[in-house]
């Protein structure tokens, strides 16, 4: 069994600290000094923790300033699934299939309760970014990754979890970095449009069947058009 370096049982010590006095981001920890006095360690095993800490959003060092708890944000997840895609598809491995997988057994599974009633405004912001696609796709020639990003995100936001909202928004952050590397290109808009405006209508009908077959659907289009990256 392999035991934990001092550095790696301060960061458990801090996280149990966090938690013990109900901190919440943007709250002051006590100093380094303090720290070491309450921990009964040296300033080299509090100054790792606190850095590998800082890494994944757990506290924030700001200099001259103090340590504070951080935004505790889902950001590293990111960067970590992204990267991991990247790695796996240059080994000719379905990295960003994957990916692609997940979000959409994710996303294929929360439709449904959605569709059990979606406030009249949250159906109204979905047809709005409906509408503001058939704009992009008619001015531009394609949808805006930013406004289809918008709208999955809108989809669950009458489930009101601002996790379920995180995990997604990490998905689609990963999911950018890798397609904006690999250069996949993009979805006909038209059909990008239409495949959105089927999930909006699904939805208002609170047809939760229909609304899985349309979620899906769109995610076989996705698929469909990853697949030559893929051979590459």
């Known amino acids: 069994m392999v035991r934990p370096t001092m550095a790696q049982d301060m960061e458990r010590r ?3 600290l966090i938690l013990e006095r109900r901190l919440a981001p943007g709250d002051a920890l006590p100093t380094e000094a303090e720290l070491m006095g309450l921990f009964g360690v ?3 095993s509090v100054r790792e923790a606190l850095k590998a800490l800082q890494a994944v959003n757990v506290v924030e060092i700001r200099r001259g300033t103090g340590t504070f708890v951080g935004s505790l944000s889902l950001s ?3 960067e970590g699934l992204a990267f991991r895609a990247a790695v796996r598809h240059r080994q000719g491995e379905p990295g960003l299939h994957e990916l692609m997988k997940v979000r959409e057994a994710l996303e294929a599974g929360l439709i449904g309760s959605v569709s059990a009633g979606v406030p009249d405004e949250d159906l109204e912001v979905l047809r709005g970014l409906v509408a ?10 394609r949808v805006a990754r930013d406004t289809d990003r918008a709208f999955h995100l809108a989809l669950y936001a009458s489930l009101d979890n601002h996790l379920l909202s995180e995990v997604l928004d990490a998905f689609w ?3 950018d970095r890798v397609r904006e590397d690999l250069d996949d290109g993009h979805q006909d ?7 959105h405006r089927e999930i909006v209508a699904a939805v208002a009908a609170a047809d939760g069947e229909r609304a899985v077959r349309a979620m ?17």
């Open 42 to 44: 040296g300033r080299v």
């Open 189 to 195: 808009p038209a059909t990008t449009c239409a495949q």
């Open 132 to 141: 503001r696609m058939e704009e992009e796709a008619r001015d531009d020639g």
């Open 173 to 175: 952050a990963a999911m």
């Open 76 to 78: 590293p997840f990111a």
């Open 216 to 232: 899906r659907t769109h995610f076989d289009g996705i698929r469909t058009r990853l697949e030559p990256v893929a051979d590459r």
């Open 14 to 16: 801090l996280k149990e």
